[in-house]
């Protein structure tokens, strides 16, 4: 018995200097780490290298070699949105840090900005949250010789955009609610998410009352709630990530405007402190948190056992967008480095573009052109995504119908006006 | 009716917000880029106080008040007073100041929505039909308090007379006795104490950020040089200006101008009348 221990322990030791000694795999983090999507991101990935790194690392051709992760802040999601600022930082990442594959950054702007750098240094890109504007897997399929690099692992607007319209529509048959106000902020992803949801309701006959844009540093947002309220709107489309619109929450609960907002991407308000923060103003309030993971659900098996080691991590349920993509990441890098069995970016492209694993939010595949990951309602299929609601304290998911905890509910005074009942 | 009440409000805040760089400017002829980031600082100071520490909200305002007026105090002692006289370099040492605190709170986390301050009062009061939050209102009354309290101030106290005699004519206040530097150094002071009152009034409304920081600069900034540096009449009078243009800007062509505005009203006032509405700076070569 004692000889079998000391051979255990001698094994487990050369194991881990085996592991201590081999040349980590770096991942390059360059996103902006002062938002949620980004930190939440960071706390994903640390969570998953953690795991993979102490079952043994990642199997190159017979060498296990552990994950590093490196991180710098590109602020690219500040007003105005530096994009050459980011660039640098990318460009960083990748010379001084000697990353082997990038993540990020998350602004649609640098994200399409950052595609040529990545294309002219050959690394794997994998766009874990932010970029939601169509136009970078677009770019991605036109471009594909000179872009294939890039990677998608999240949703995109347009998509985001086909599931509220889905999610909306269920509210108009039950309902017969049809009059939309859209608040965005000024930003690429969420100018397009507001356009492409009003041109989509006007053709299923929605009325579309108006359509502002507001840029970061917005503090009253009372010109427009009041606009939805003259114009009786039923539902306030908010698209955007901005801090700043928790204000906006704050103004539509005291005013106690008749409509629901319907956050399809609403940044502050994916965050599990979001309810204390607005002391129970959040109410009724309606996120899209993109991926399914980034609220607790049972998406797939693997959906709670991340939400639990998260907490147990962190002390907190996943925080919002880019938590289960960034944990994702790793995984699905080390999946495609194994089956490849070499670092070779030419190579490494092809295992990634045959990808098929059901992770956290669902089956991982990706389009072999545009690199967009391939999004379905049934997390058997593909990428899940996931709408909540805020209910009593609770992030309440309420869509897809496969994963639903629960149903949207309407506040009392909008019910009351409304005069709402099931049809 | 929303435009009017909102604008009002709107006005009045950025009255509020300007009133610490307008009364620093007026006597000490120091430009306070600082004013931004010492708004910012308390209310992560009282954000602090009030999470951190668990203590009382009363008392938390009333230590980051404390805290940020000692701040603008050092802040004259050991760097303006050197510099005094030397507009460029005033500039620059103070927007280093600015800089080195806001990036400071940055690194030390603020970020994200989470961190808020509660309002006075939960409640919503509706004037004339249009819905308003009662931290609104509340903002309103302090401000038109703290303007009564400035104006009583320099006119009926000693203190504050000799601020307005260093303000119009400083050789002139110098031979009468008056301080020069006593009087900038309590003039920055105060003008921290105004921008640490507007930060505990208006950052309830939403949350602390270290971006705020520049954006009441450029607001302040813009309010002051519209109503004239050194008018506090011109400053107020600029406030509604500013605040009624930027409402109506939202109201009817698009809320992300609102910003553009300011900046406009600027540049119009640079080149109609540079001394702004009420200034006197450069009267005498606009008279030439």
Redesign the interface.
Known sequence: MKKILALVISLSFVLLTAIADAKPIVIGVATDT???DG?ATIRGLNLAVEEINSAGGINVKGEKRPFKVEIMDTRDC??GVPVSEALLVLEKIILDKGADFIIGPGRSEAALAALGLIANYKKIQLLTCGGLSPKFHGTIAENYDKYKYAFRITGESRYMVEEAMDLLGGLNSKYGINRMFVIVE?VAFARAGGEIASENLKKKGWEILGY?????????F???L??AKDAKAQILFVMGEM?????LI??WN???IPALPFGNYL??AM?P??WQ?T?GRAAYTIVNLVNAGNAPSNATPWTMKFCKAYEKKYGTEPEGYGTSSGYMAPYIIKDAVERAGTLDPDALVTAMEKTNLVGVYGRVRFDPKSHQIIPQLDPEKGAVGTIFQWQDGKRVVVYPPKIAMGEVKFPPWMMEYWKIKKK | M?ILV?GLI?SLLLVLMALGFALAYSVSRVPNFTHGALYVLTGYLTWVFLNRLGLNYGLCIILSIASVTAMGWLIYQLTVIRVRGMPTSEIIVTFAISLAILEFL?WRGL????Y?L?VFH?S?IHIYG??V?AQRIIAVVITAVIVLALWLFTHYTKVGLGLRAIAQNERAALLLGIDSDRAATLALSLGSALAAIAAIT?LP???I????GY?VLVSAIAVCICGGLGSWTGTILAGFVIGFAQ?IV??FI???L??VVALAAVILILIFKPSGLFGRQKELEERV
Do not use: C, W
């Open positions: 002062q938002i949620l930190f500040e007003p000024d502002e844009r507001y840029p970061a540093g917005t503090s009253d009372s010109a427009g009041l606009k801090a700043e619109l928790s204000i704050n103004q005291d005013m106690k940044g502050p965050e402190k979001f923060v002391k | 929303n909102y709107n940055r970020r994200g929505a989470t808020v509660p939960l919503t249009v819905p939050d208006i409304m939403g949350n950020n270290v971006a705020t954006d409402m939202v109201y698009a809320p992300h609102a910003m």
